[in-house]
């Protein structure tokens, strides 16, 4: 089915009355028609006054720097190169009631994710994108997702009317005009396109957000965003385009995966890359950043098997992070490049002075400023009388991973890198031990990736304790059927030569008396192990649920890699098997996936038996609670 528009009558014309002289060459140098039948019927649809066109010229990068502080999308700070963003109060936060795919009568993802009829759909979004930019200036932008030059480039189309998204982009996303050019695109689904209205502003911010939309045309790679200015709901080539990218990966062979990928630093020089998939306050962002390692992407990992190796890259050149507790002790590196000049935006926080502040900083903040409400003082609260913090809970920074200090030599590598680990991690009291490894590929998928849960915290829903089911971490950006990514995920490393080590991960296991049994620094130990179990460098402990590392290993790194004794009164508490938990976590796991999932995969619930049947066995020997030196 098309989107609903007509073609537009006469194009030339169109795009020289909206564009100028300068940006009709712009899209005529493209050579590509396909790319300018797509803007010129939404510029003809949503009708702004004018439209510039982006190329990779740093004059056009410059344009929309400028036009951000000009139109009040972006206010300059004291520092240089520094900028802040407010988004509406109540426009914080990517809208998942009002985020849906738009689906054909006879097509289904599944009973988990939003969806809307398709025809239905596309008429709702076609009324609120008529003349919805009519008074305003549109940005027409180019991006490459991947590196560029490579068999992970996709090419990404941005039409918007907001300047902040625009320059978000430029920050996130390699330029892509050079893409486009010349490459003969025989219809329009070869590439990614994004439409993006911010809609009627009021005060700078977005008047209608009832009107908040985020549809996704999976058949044609088109992503439409009404009405919202959060990046997470705005910035296409984002989580927007991940959702296309998983569907593609799907149709071709590949994977788009919510990982991290960072190089772990071995012996004499050598550097090991891993990916890891964690959910929303699990440690994924303090993993990937530290110190001492390397980072090439920290959000989302496009896999490719390439002679027969496993292969990654960050789709992204940026982070878009949240930027609560981000501290000097906690995250240095961060600190360091959004407290020095260099291009950063700021979303969301509190402003005194020209200088920003937010929550968990390590420094005492104002009492008064500006942030996202306006004018706020410490006890302001809103119209339901509900506190308004200082800065936004959900606050974020805006960077290029090249200003950071532990930016990775290869985030530009048009082969990416060779993956030896792949990482897990939940946050979870009772269960899983701190560090472990898979028996193989499928053990590794289907009892830790396909498994994994993650335990709200009280900060973030007022009630702690309860396990949120979220497969790879991936669970709110899926676009095909939850069946259908396991077994692309098994099939994957099939085809592998040397299937890359699983692992999972816990920084949150707790004792009887509900203290943790991990130090915050621990996962630099986690890390170097699992690096050397990737070269078969240490022995390990075979458990019914993994292999663990051994007592004495552990012993050297922490006194290597902390400075620190590690006794084994800590050991025996962090790496004993939990019997009970481990035997309700298979039987919960299995309940999701029969009442949840259409058609489960039998292979997954095979080998929830086999682990079952391993933990009865060793409850049967040992009991309950198990010692890891029995399994030695």
Not at 505 to 525: M, R, T, W
């Amino acid at each position: 089915m098309r989107d609903l528009l007509p073609r537009t009558k006469n194009k030339e014309k169109l795009l020289k009355d909206k564009c100028k002289q300068d940006g009709f060459c712009k899209l005529e140098n493209l050579n590509n028609p396909k790319v300018t039948d797509f803007i010129a019927r939404y510029l003809e649809h949503c009708n702004p006054d004018s439209a510039f066109v982006r190329t990779d010229s740093q004059k056009d990068v410059e344009y929309i720097r400028k036009r951000s502080i000009e139109k009040g999308e972006e206010r300059q700070l004291e520092m240089d190169g520094h900028t802040v963003h407010f988004d509406g109060y109540n426009d914080q936060a990517r809208d998942k009631e009002n985020t849906k795919f738009l689906l054909p009568p006879d097509k289904e993802i599944g009973r988990q994710f939003n969806s809307i009829n398709k025809e239905k759909g596309l008429k709702e979004i076609r009324k609120y994108l008529e003349n919805i930019m009519k008074g305003k200036e549109a940005y027409i932008c180019f991006f490459c997702l991947g590196p560029k030059n490579s068999k992970f480039s996709i090419p990404a189309l941005q039409i918007t009317d907001s300047t902040y998204v625009a320059h978000s982009e430029d920050i996130l996303y390699r330029d892509g005009y050079d893409l486009f050019k010349n490459r003969k695109f025989e219809n329009e689904v070869e590439f990614f396109k994004f439409v993006h209205s911010a809609g009627p502003l009021e005060g700078g911010v977005s008047k209608k957000i009832h009107k908040r939309r985020i549809y996704t045309d999976l058949e044609a790679n088109t992503v439409f965003s009404t009405h919202t200015q959060y990046g997470g709901n705005t910035i296409g080539a984002k989580k927007l385009a991940m959702r296309l990218a998983i569907k593609k990966a799907s149709e071709e062979g590949w994977l788009t995966e919510h990982m991290f990928i960072m190089g772990v630093h071995g012996d004499e020089d050598r550097t090991t890359y891993f990916t890891g998939a964690y959910p929303s306050a699990c440690g994924k962002t303090s993993t990937s950043m530290i110190e001492s390692e390397k980072l090439v992407g920290d959000d989302i990992a496009y896999l490719r098997e390439i002679n027969g190796e496993l292969r990654a890259a960050n789709p992204e050149r940026g982070i878009f992070g949240i930027i609560r507790d981000v501290s000097p002790d906690d995250d240095p590196l961060i600190w360091k490049t959004i407290t020095t000049p260099g291009e950063v935006i700021f979303s969301n926080v509190l402003i005194k002075d020209g200088k920003p502040y937010w929550m968990g900083m390590g420094k005492e903040l104002p009492e008064k400023g500006i942030n996202h409400s306006g004018k706020w003082w410490k006890g302001k609260k809103d119209e339901s009388g509900k506190p308004i913090d200082p800065s936004h809970r959900n606050a974020r920074y805006t960077v290029r991973i090249s200003d950071l200090e532990n930016k990775d030599p290869n985030l530009e590598n048009p082969d990416g890198v060779k993956i030896k680990g792949i990482i897990y991690g939940g946050r979870d009291s009772d269960t899983w031990v701190p560090v472990s490894e898979s028996f193989n590929w499928k053990h590794g998928i289907l009892t830790k990736g396909s498994a994994l849960e993650s335990e709200t915290t009280s900060a973030t829903l007022g009630k702690s304790g309860t396990r949120r089911f979220n497969p790879m971490s991936n669970l709110d950006f899926l676009s095909i059927k939850i069946r259908k990514y396991i077994k692309n995920q098994i099939r994957f490393g099939e085809r592998l030569n040397n299937p890359p080590s699983i692992f999972s991960v816990n920084y949150f296991l707790k004792d009887e008396n509900d203290e943790y049994l991990n130090g915050i620094h621990d996962k630099k130990v986690w890390l170097k192990w699992m690096e050397l179990r990737t070269h078969k460098e240490v022995a390990a402990v075979k458990t019914p649920t993994g292999y663990i590392p051994k007592y004495d290993d552990l012993e050297g790194l922490f006194e290597n890699v902390l400075g620190k004794n590690y006794s084994r009164k800590d050991y025996t508490k962090q790496f004993s098997t939990r019997i009970p938990e481990h035997l309700a976590k298979i039987e919960r796991i299995k309940t999701i996936y029969k009442e949840r999932v259409k058609r489960a995969p039998e292979i997954l619930f095979e080998e929830l038996e086999k682990q079952k049947k391993r933990l009865e066995k060793a409850k049967e020997k040992y009991g309950n609670y198990v010692d890891p030196e029995n399994f030695c």
